[in-house]
């Protein structure tokens, strides 16, 4: 049986430590973002919604969902934490939804059904991208490439936001939503 040192098992643990405590900055800083920003009712974040919302009042719903999607891709490039994502998104998205659907026959719940779906389209397609740990070390223990395992999710994970945005753009006008 091969022991670790306590040296050894204290730089160990304090990289465990390093690494969680990145997720809990991310964390509260989107939670501090969030109390500055306000919601739909008070806040910054008033503004924000009403800015885009009237940008958007001309625009068909189908569009809505497809930036939506393309927004939250974008925002993994940047920021790999799901809850991170939507604590810092979801406030101000949320209620631009809400409003922009508000007077379609889906209403403000299908708007934000719309939201979350190209949320979780998006973030998932980025996340595919970027795997975390377990995934990376269940492609190292197979001794599989990364450029590899990157290639033939890129396939994989286009076709499936592909389909998504179909879908997301299609389901105000077919009643996926209601």
């Known amino acids: 049986i ?14 465990g430590l390093n690494d969680l405590l990145g997720v809990v900055v991310v964390l509260a800083i989107a939670r501090g973002i969030a109390i500055i920003m306000g919601d739909a009712t008070s806040g910054m974040s008033i503004t924000f919604i009403y800015w885009i919302s009237n940008a958007l009042s001309s625009v068909p719903l189908w569009i809505f969902g497809i930036f ?5 891709v974008l925002i993994g490039l940047f920021l790999q934490s799901t809850s991170g994502v939507a604590g810092i998104s979801m406030p101000i998205l949320g209620a631009v939804a ?3 659907f508000a007077s379609s026959a889906l209403g403000a719940v299908g708007g934000q059904i719309i939201l979350i779906s190209a949320f979780v389209a998006g973030v ?9 740990a377990t995934l990376m070390g269940t492609i190292e223990l197979f001794d599989v490439p990364y450029d590899r395992y990157l290639k033939f999710m890129i396939r994989i994970m286009s076709v499936l936001l592909i389909t998504s945005a179909i879908i997301i753009s299609l389901a105000p006008y077919i009643g996926l939503v209601k």
């Open 2 to 15: 091969n022991k670790m040192s306590e040296t050894e098992f204290l730089k160990v643990f304090i990289e």
């Open 68 to 72: 939506a999607m393309l927004a939250y």
């Open 98 to 100: 809400s409003a922009l």
């Open 124 to 132: 998932n397609f980025m996340s595919s991208l970027y795997p975390g």
